[in-house]
């Protein structure tokens, strides 16, 4: 395959996304301009210029209209995806580490770090009829968290319940009528680095820095399946069509020299989504991968690394055609 | 006068003239390709050519889709013109997808291979001149005793009469250089397992099949060989920018009786209007001898 090299960032890629069709991608990185491209040919429809700090987490609503972003500089802001202009920007207190739009995208949460002196919190915020004045009005529910901060976040099923990844590793289900924790489970030693559903959202999986990516049943949060690798994972997703499982890591940028090289270490790896066995790598990124993203027709793929380059791979047709030996 | 102005104009002034400025960029579109070329000054100062090639796809999608191919591009992309911005969006290199399905046999030939070296090593590098143990000569149980002194008194006779044993012995395999598929013991053993487990194990059952005509495609090749047996893998050359077949096509069939009945049958049968060509691919007939 050939991938499609896009090269907008001029600092590591912190996180990718396509939208619900899969045209666009978007993706976010340590500069503080996100960009959206066309998938199919890697042309830059635009970016969205306003954040003052490393942006960390983006997502687009489904009808593909408002797009979510938030940063470092302590801010929240909301964009119309047409034309790249800021509807409303939400002041915090600290970063934002985590946001996500509700599956019906009436709601929106965003989660804050532990830091200068304020603890984490998860706000809960209405985005129906968003507009300048979103800055000032009040969330729907506010969650301070006193444990470990948030890292990575997700809507359940039915956007009845809030999924939300910890920095201990820790994963707490949260119930959104109440704000109560309903259920909470640790299966990961280190933090959780990033939180994908699958296509029908019944499990999610979970990449973290304890070298492993591991699948949950996103309504009882049972343990399902265990990636190993010997190396940081830093994102994790599954395909939509095929029973694969595709993650993207490698050694931390700090770490490199001070750690035996390997070949393959920032290879994007494929696993079989039931047996935990890797069959393939592919190979390009010349820095830890940060993000991975399935396209939503799970023909093609996206890797967006500490390199800053996002890499777009349309499969070839032996990855169509591989069976897995059992 | 009309003559000056020709004079003016000539070849040698407008190569003088042009030294500074470069050619405008042209674009040229035809039969489904974007030529795109472009003059720039590179290093020392010479001009360089770019030749971009795009194909121009048409697809369909759906409404919402085709509506946000419209949009107008904005933020620092307002000003790029239609289609990728090369500053941008680069084509990458060809990538595969690896399989590493045989990664476990080929760890567990390198530590066969890496016990096999300490087996020998315990038993073989240590042995007594005295008394053939396997222990150091020095520290042979009788190094004091009359067997030591018997040997080291004829010692003289002895050693040289060992001494070619053993020679003749490692001669063989060190006096002239052999490859290592020709030597006798334990390496050919080990190249043959890596030889079986990797790239050449395909070679030896790939068929190659000439003398297609130009229209044929993947599917065709696969439907030609298909009643044969089970496909392993399928390679079709084609023309790179036009996707036309270039007449030739390389199969590797899982089992090598398959490959034998598809080259009985095959070759030499007509298809479209032309006459196959099918033999089993060369690099397979080189490694075989």
Same mark, same amino acid.
């Given at each position: 395959?050939?991938?499609?090299?896009?090269?907008?960032?001029?600092?590591?890629?912190?996180?990718?996304?396509?939208?619900?069709?899969?045209?666009?991608?978007?993706?976010?990185?340590?500069?503080?301009?996100?960009?959206?491209?066309?998938?199919?040919?890697?042309?830059?429809?635009?970016?969205?210029?306003?954040?003052?700090?490393?942006?960390?987490?983006?997502?687009?609503?489904?009808?593909?209209?408002?797009?979510?972003?938030?940063?470092?500089?302590?801010?929240?802001?909301?964009?119309?995806?047409?034309?790249?202009?800021?509807?409303?920007?939400?002041?915090?207190?600290?970063?934002?580490?985590?946001?996500?739009?509700?599956?019906?995208?009436?709601?929106?949460?965003?989660?804050?770090?532990?830091?200068?002196?304020?603890?984490?919190?998860?706000?809960?915020?209405?985005?129906?009829?968003?507009?300048?004045?979103?800055?000032?009005?009040?969330?729907?529910?506010?969650?301070?968290?006193?444990?470990?901060?948030?890292?990575?976040?997700?809507?359940?099923?039915?956007?009845?319940?809030?999924?939300?990844?910890?920095?201990?590793?820790?994963?707490?289900?949260?119930?959104?009528?109440?704000?109560?924790?309903?259920?909470?489970?640790?299966?990961?030693?280190?933090?959780?680095?990033?939180?994908?559903?699958?296509?029908?959202?019944?499990?999610?999986?979970?990449?973290?820095?304890?070298?492993?990516?591991?699948?949950?049943?996103?309504?009882?949060?049972?343990?399902?399946?265990?990636?190993?690798?010997?190396? %940081?994972? /830093? !994102?994790? #997703?599954?395909? $939509?069509?095929?029973?694969?499982?595709?993650? =993207? +890591?490698?050694?931390?940028?700090?770490?490199?020299?001070?750690?035996?090289?390997?070949?393959?270490?920032?290879?994007?790896?494929?696993?079989?989504?039931?047996?935990?066995?890797?069959?393939?790598?592919?190979?390009?990124?010349?820095? %830890?991968? /940060? !993000?991975? #993203?399935?396209? $939503?027709?799970?023909?093609?793929?996206?890797? =967006? +690394?500490?390199?800053?380059?996002?890499?777009?791979?349309?499969?070839?047709?032996?990855?169509?055609?591989?069976?897995?030996?059992? | 006068?009309?003559?000056?102005?020709?004079?003016?104009?000539?070849?040698?002034?407008?190569?003088?003239?042009?030294?500074?400025?470069?050619?405008?960029?042209?674009?040229?579109?035809?039969?489904?390709?974007?030529?795109?070329?472009?003059?720039?000054?590179?290093?020392?100062?010479?001009?360089?050519?770019?030749?971009?090639?795009?194909?121009?796809?048409?697809?369909?999608?759906?409404?919402?889709?085709?509506?946000?191919?419209?949009?107008?591009?904005?933020?620092?992309?307002?000003?790029?013109?239609?289609?990728?911005?090369?500053?941008?969006?680069?084509?990458?290199?060809?990538?595969?997808?690896?399989?590493?399905?045989?990664?476990?046999?080929?760890?567990?030939?390198?530590?066969?291979?890496?016990?096999?070296?300490?087996?020998?090593?315990?038993?073989?590098?240590?042995?007594?001149?005295?008394?053939?143990?396997?222990?150091?000569?020095?520290?042979?149980?009788?190094?004091?005793?009359?067997?030591?002194?018997?040997?080291?008194?004829?010692?003289?006779?002895?050693?040289?009469?060992?001494?070619?044993?053993?020679?003749?012995?490692?001669?063989?395999?060190?006096?002239?250089?052999?490859?290592?598929?020709?030597?006798?013991?334990?390496?050919?053993?080990?190249?043959?397992?890596?030889?079986?487990?990797?790239?050449?194990?395909?070679?030896?059952?790939?068929?190659?099949?000439?003398?297609?005509?130009?229209?044929?495609?993947?599917?065709?090749?696969?439907?030609?060989?298909?009643?044969?047996?089970?496909?392993?893998?399928?390679?079709?050359?084609?023309?790179?920018?036009?996707?036309?077949?270039?007449?030739?096509?390389?199969?590797?069939?899982?089992?090598?009786?398959?490959?034998?009945?598809?080259?009985?049958?095959?070759?030499?049968?007509?298809?479209?209007?032309?006459?196959?060509?099918?033999?089993?691919?060369?690099?397979?007939?080189?490694?075989?001898?």
């Amino acid at each position: 395959m050939k991938p499609l090299i896009l090269h907008g960032h001029e600092r590591a890629i912190t996180q990718i996304k396509y939208n619900r069709e899969g045209d666009l991608l978007f993706s976010s990185s340590k500069d503080t301009i996100p960009n959206v491209w066309y998938s199919l040919n890697g042309e830059r429809l635009g970016t969205f210029n306003g954040h003052q700090g490393a942006v960390w987490c983006i997502d687009i609503d489904w009808t593909t209209t408002r797009f979510l972003s938030g940063a470092g500089d302590n801010s929240l802001k909301l964009w119309d995806v047409e034309t790249g202009t800021t509807i409303g920007t939400i002041s915090t207190n600290s970063p934002v580490r985590a946001c996500n739009f509700s599956y019906s995208a009436n709601m929106a949460v965003f989660a804050t770090d532990k830091s200068m002196g304020h603890q984490c919190e998860i706000h809960i915020i209405d985005v129906r009829n968003a507009d300048e004045s979103l800055g000032k009005s009040s969330p729907i529910l506010r969650i301070p968290i006193n444990g470990p901060r948030v890292s990575s976040l997700i809507w359940g099923a039915l956007d009845e319940t809030l999924l939300t990844g910890h920095e201990d590793g820790e994963i707490m289900q949260w119930d959104l009528q109440t704000g109560k924790k309903i259920s909470n489970i640790k299966e990961h030693d280190k933090v959780i680095m990033d939180m994908q559903m699958s296509k029908d959202a019944t499990m999610f999986i979970t990449a973290s820095k304890d070298h492993t990516a591991k699948l949950f049943d996103s309504d009882n949060l049972m343990l399902l399946k265990t990636y190993k690798t010997e190396r %940081p994972v /830093n !994102s994790a #997703a599954v395909s $939509p069509i095929l029973e694969h499982v595709v993650l =993207g +890591g490698g050694q931390d940028a700090m770490d490199v020299t001070t750690t035996s090289a390997r070949i393959g270490k920032f290879d994007s790896r494929f696993f079989h989504l039931a047996f935990e066995e890797e069959f393939g790598r592919v190979k390009g990124h010349f820095g %830890p991968i /940060n !993000s991975v #993203a399935f396209h $939503p027709d799970g023909k093609s793929y996206s890797s =967006g +690394g500490e390199d800053g380059y996002v890499r777009v791979h349309n499969f070839d047709q032996s990855y169509f055609e591989y069976g897995f030996d059992y | 006068m009309p003559a000056a102005e020709e004079v003016k104009s000539s070849w040698a002034d407008e190569v003088e003239l042009e030294g500074g400025a470069l050619p405008p960029s042209t674009e040229v579109r035809e039969n489904g390709f974007k030529i795109l070329t472009e003059y720039k000054l590179g290093e020392d100062n010479k001009k360089v050519k770019i030749v971009r090639t795009y194909k121009i796809e048409k697809r369909i999608v759906s409404k919402s889709i085709a509506l946000r191919k419209t949009w107008a591009k904005f933020g620092e992309s307002a000003d790029d013109k239609p289609g990728p911005n090369p500053a941008t969006t680069i084509g990458g290199e060809d990538v595969y997808m690896q399989y590493v399905t045989s990664k476990e046999e080929d760890n567990k030939v390198e530590e066969d291979a890496l016990d096999k070296l300490k087996m020998m090593g315990d038993k073989a590098v240590v042995k007594c001149r005295t008394c053939n143990g396997d222990h150091w000569t020095s520290k042979c149980p009788w190094k004091d005793t009359a067997l030591a002194s018997a040997k080291t008194a004829d010692g003289e006779k002895k050693a040289p009469q060992m001494q070619p044993q053993t020679a003749d012995s490692t001669t063989k395999s060190t006096t002239k250089y052999l490859p290592p598929n020709m030597r006798g013991d334990g390496a050919s053993k080990r190249i043959d397992n890596a030889g079986m487990s990797g790239a050449r194990r395909d070679d030896a059952i790939a068929i190659r099949v000439s003398n297609l005509s130009d229209s044929t495609t993947d599917a065709d090749l696969e439907e030609l060989v298909k009643p044969f047996g089970p496909v392993h893998k399928l390679y079709l050359a084609k023309e790179k920018q036009t996707g036309q077949c270039r007449g030739f096509g390389y199969v590797h069939f899982k089992f090598r009786n398959d490959a034998v009945k598809a080259i009985a049958n095959l070759n030499g049968h007509g298809y479209d209007h032309l006459i196959l060509n099918v033999d089993w691919s060369k690099p397979n007939t080189s490694s075989n001898h």
